[in-house]
């Protein structure tokens, strides 16, 4: 299975509704993703952001590939 990484769309569940949204920030064995819900009390809770494990995420659709120079590199 190809790795997740940030940028990429993503389902999961959270309080037994199914989500999309984008992933953010990758943690050691979880996922920071933005998402967006009509239901107050999820934004309310959640402010459109939440931690979920990476074995909960499903990829629908791959973040575009970014070529790297070496400027880019020498700059980390």
């Not at 790795?3 to 990429?8: A, I, N, P, Q, V």
């Not at 949204?21 to 943690?27: H, N, R, S, W």
Request: charged fraction near 35%; avoid cysteine.
């Amino acid at each position: 299975m190809k790795s997740l990484k940030t940028g990429d769309q993503v389902s999961f569940k959270l309080e037994g509704q199914t989500f999309e949204g984008f992933i953010d920030k990758e943690y050691q064995n979880s996922f920071m993703i933005t998402f967006k819900s009509d239901d107050a009390e999820i934004v309310d809770k959640y402010h459109d952001r939440v931690i979920i494990n990476k074995k909960q995420v499903k990829l629908i659709k791959a973040a575009p590939e970014t070529e790297t120079t070496e400027d880019d590199e020498q700059a980390d």
